[in-house]
């Protein structure tokens, strides 16, 4: 048995895991009580004081673990709807399963004032309903790459308009709490969204995973994958709900944080320069960008620190402008 082993990528990997690590530390030591990082290295290894412990392993380390999971969970999700779709701008922020996830969260805390569970459980719902609805609507003998972004764009389109018509529907607490949690923020989060997100991705990286060889080969056009023994249709609907549930999972963690999915994939092909999907780059890229992010959020803006959905926003919409500007030289759209 051989293994074929890509040293650029697998470099690209390791920096990427290392920036991830080192920009966690950083993270953890950053807030009112700063902490340096060699004391923060120490508490998580057991051998911090009592206030260190508290800060460190109750307040701090839960959010930084949901913003690597969130972070790889988006990576993930959008290279397997950029393999997929076989389009760079097949991502789920494109597709619109951010704002499904939005929606089934909105349903819960305008019409039934939910808990913190039940919103999880409506941003899960809605997400994979939106998915479900896409897939739907983009079959026809077998579901394309352009068909497939057309119709998430218009199901984008229709579940911001129910969002929008759910927040003025809404009484003041709860339309300022749902406003809160659609801008996408890591503030508050402990280790009662960490376990949920934790197990689902322990499932599901795995099983992408393992069905990459086969992605490779669909990225070659589905009569290739034919000839080549590949279960087409079967193997695109695993890894879409697989997609799908990511996708879902890191918005009910963190609510939508925008762009992550369409950017780290995309950044992470640059890096490796290498064909086919990226899947683990593209895991390790999004962890990064989303601590990274976090942490500028926090560090410079000041007293008036910006949820992480907001500077994310704003460098993914830039970068989106200089993709549509590429493809378009490049004759692709």
Same mark, same amino acid.
């Given at each position: ?217 669909? =990225? ?12 087409? =249709? ?92 590429? =493809? ?6």
């Amino acid at each position: 048995m051989s293994v074929r082993v890509d040293v650029r990528a697998s470099a690209v990997v390791v920096l990427l895991l290392v920036a991830a690590l080192t920009a966690s530390v950083v993270l953890i030591g950053t807030g009112d009580f700063p902490i340096p990082a060699g004391d923060v290295l120490r508490t998580l290894l057991g051998d911090g004081d009592a206030g260190q412990e508290f800060i460190v392993n109750e307040l701090r380390l839960p959010r930084v673990l949901v913003g690597l999971l969130v972070g790889a969970a988006l990576g993930l999700g959008g290279a397997l709807f950029q393999a997929v779709s076989r389009n760079p701008l097949g991502s789920p922020d494109v597709l619109g399963l951010g704002q499904g996830s939005t929606a089934g969260a909105l349903v819960m805390i305008v019409l039934f004032s939910g808990s913190a569970t039940q919103v999880t459980v409506g941003a899960l719902a809605g997400g994979f309903v939106t998915g479900l609805a896409i897939y739907v609507l983009a079959w026809k003998k077998g579901v394309h790459g352009y068909r497939l972004v057309l119709v998430g764009i218009g199901v984008s389109a229709i579940v911001t308009a129910v969002n929008g018509y759910l927040i003025t529907k809404a009484d003041l607490v709860d339309a300022t709490r749902a406003v809160v949690w659609m801008t996408g923020s890591l503030n508050g989060r402990d280790w009662s969204q960490v376990w949920p997100l934790l197990g689902l991705c322990a499932v599901l990286v795995p099983l992408v995973l393992g069905n990459a060889r086969a992605l490779r080969t669909l =990225e070659m056009g589905d009569d290739v994958a034919y000839a080549l023994g590949v279960r087409v =249709e079967r193997t695109r609907l695993v890894l879409m709900v697989a997609a799908v549930l990511l996708t879902a999972s890191a918005t009910a963690a963190a609510g939508p944080v925008g762009f992550v999915a369409l950017t780290a994939p995309q950044l992470a092909r640059r890096l490796t320069r290498s064909p086919g999907p990226n899947l683990v780059p593209a895991m390790c890229m999004g962890a990064t960008l989303l601590v990274v992010a976090d942490w500028a959020s926090q560090r410079a803006f000041g007293a008036d620190q910006l949820p992480v959905g907001v500077v994310t926003g704003v460098l993914g919409g830039v970068y989106l402008l200089w993709l549509l500007v590429t =493809e378009r030289k490049a004759g692709r759209i």
